[in-house]
């Protein structure tokens, strides 16, 4: 049996899974075609301008703690909490 999306915002059939993250939140809501042109309508002038995302290192891939440790061994500046920056984890990855 197919599985019907039904829309968090109506409740009509046919919907579909968008998915979506502003800063560090990451959402999912099931939207009808007319709702996901309304929502781009909405946000057009800010994905007008906006770029894609660079790759991401996966966070699952490294342990930040370890990463912190071993980069402050290494004289390297990484702050306590956040992002760990793309060159650290590539210098972390080659070590």
């Known amino acids: 049996m197919a599985m019907i999306r039904v829309s968090d915002i109506s409740g009509d059939r046919e919907a579909q899974e968008l998915t979506f993250s502003v800063g560090e939140s990451h959402y999912e809501i099931d939207l009808t075609d007319a709702e ?12 007008d301008v906006a770029r894609k ?43």
């Open 53 to 95: 995302p660079a790759q991401k290192v996966s966070t699952a891939s490294f342990d930040a703690k370890e990463v912190r440790v071993w980069a402050q061994k290494h004289g390297i500046e990484v702050h306590p909490q956040g992002r760990i920056p793309k060159v650290v984890l590539e210098q972390w990855k080659n070590r």
């Open 36 to 47: 996901v042109e309304k929502m781009k309508g909405d946000l057009g002038m800010f994905l």
